[in-house]
């Protein structure tokens, strides 16, 4: 087998099977399982949470993380925000022709290794190679299954109401700005590694202690603000967020500073947005604080009402301002 992609390891013959058999196959343990057009899946109940997604990140690898690990922790965070618990993993490969198989053999290795720390099987999949130029490199997308354990579990944003508190997991803006330093276009340089990891178990450890998680959200595209004015949007409610009280760090202030980005709405890929009711506060964030993924977790705001599908942040010098939804984009290809 040759050492880059060709457009011969997407036509289905011989190379297509050996590219199949030695990255994919030998990477992803199936060796001993029938090769069929579909997997078959053994699940314990009938209620399921389904997901997809596409990865297009530039640079495919970027500190933290590469292409292929961002695609199964963003899957798996995608089931787990619902209160599922992540079990199978598909994933399909839009491969450039030129494209070195040493690269395409790390990346598929980082996704067997988040797929094994994650507690998921990646199943079932497929390759197409297309000709050069017409990808930027490798594109994937991955599609996942969860299985709801329990209807306490379950997040029920219909049950928000006055008063409950909305907690961050983590600094924010990590994910975005670690992107943009590696792509070296603007000349930011920075030591910030992106936050991309697979959350569902802190997650679930959260759930194990609280059954009055009434929403979860993992801030990716459009950030923190952006997925909190959804939240509002979609379930009609008022929250009100304090400035002073959200995660950033230093880096993350000073590139946002230099480059005009507004850190609310930076990309994240390793946090998680809890709304929970104010009397289990105190013991989400024990937990969260007990996990080194979650150690920055903190509380940044509050349900304010029922109505109105509105979110206000109040600053340092006690101003308050209506937040809105991004508009244009900051950063293109983050995830």
């Known amino acids: 087998m040759s050492e880059r992609i060709s457009l011969a390891h997407g036509d289905g013959g011989e190379w297509a099977h050996k590219l199949i058999q030695d990255v994919f196959v030998r990477n992803f343990g199936h060796q001993k399982e029938a090769q069929l057009d579909a997997a078959p899946l053994s699940l314990s109940r009938a209620e399921i949470a389904f997901t997809t997604d596409s990865f297009v990140v530039r640079p495919i690898f970027f500190p933290g993380g590469n292409i292929g690990k961002l695609a199964v922790a963003g899957t798996v965070n995608d089931l787990a925000v619902t209160g599922a618990k992540p079990e199978y993993l ?11 198989i040493s690269d395409l053999k790390s990346i598929v290795e980082s996704m067997f290794q988040e797929a094994k720390k994650a507690g998921v099987r990646i199943v079932a999949g ?22 709801f354990e329990s209807e306490e579990k379950r997040v029920k944003p219909e049950s928000i109401k006055e008063g409950d508190s909305i907690i961050i997991s983590g600094t924010i803006g990590d994910h975005g700005i670690a992107i943009l330093s590696a792509r070296g276009e603007l000349g930011i ?4 590694s992106s936050d991309c990891a697979s959350l569902n178990h802190m997650i ?10 009434k929403m979860m959200r993992d801030p990716t595209r459009g950030g923190l603000a952006t997925t909190l004015v959804e939240i509002c949007e979609d379930f009609q409610i008022t929250m009100e967020i304090e400035e002073r009280s959200i995660p950033i760090k230093n880096q993350v202030h000073g590139a ?6 507004d850190p609310l709405y930076l990309a994240n890929e390793g946090k998680i947005i809890f709304i929970v009711a104010k009397e289990d506060e105190d013991k989400v964030l024990h937990v969260l604080q007990r996990n080194n993924k979650g150690k920055d977790a903190c509380v940044i705001g509050k349900v304010t009402s029922k109505d109105k599908g509105q979110l206000f942040i109040t600053t340092p010098i006690g101003s308050k301002r209506r937040l809105n939804r991004l508009v244009g984009m900051q950063l293109p290809r983050i995830c």
């Open 256 to 261: 946002s500073d230099i480059l005009g980005f």
């Open 189 to 192: 340089q920075t030591d910030l």
């Open 126 to 147: 497929d390759t197409k190679v297309v000709e050069r130029g017409s990808a930027d490199g490798l594109y994937i997308n991955t599609t996942g299954i969860g299985i």
């Open 204 to 213: 679930q450890d959260v759930l194990n202690v609280s059954n009055h998680v």
């Open 90 to 100: 598909t994933a399909s490969f839009i491969i450039e022709e030129g494209f070195p």
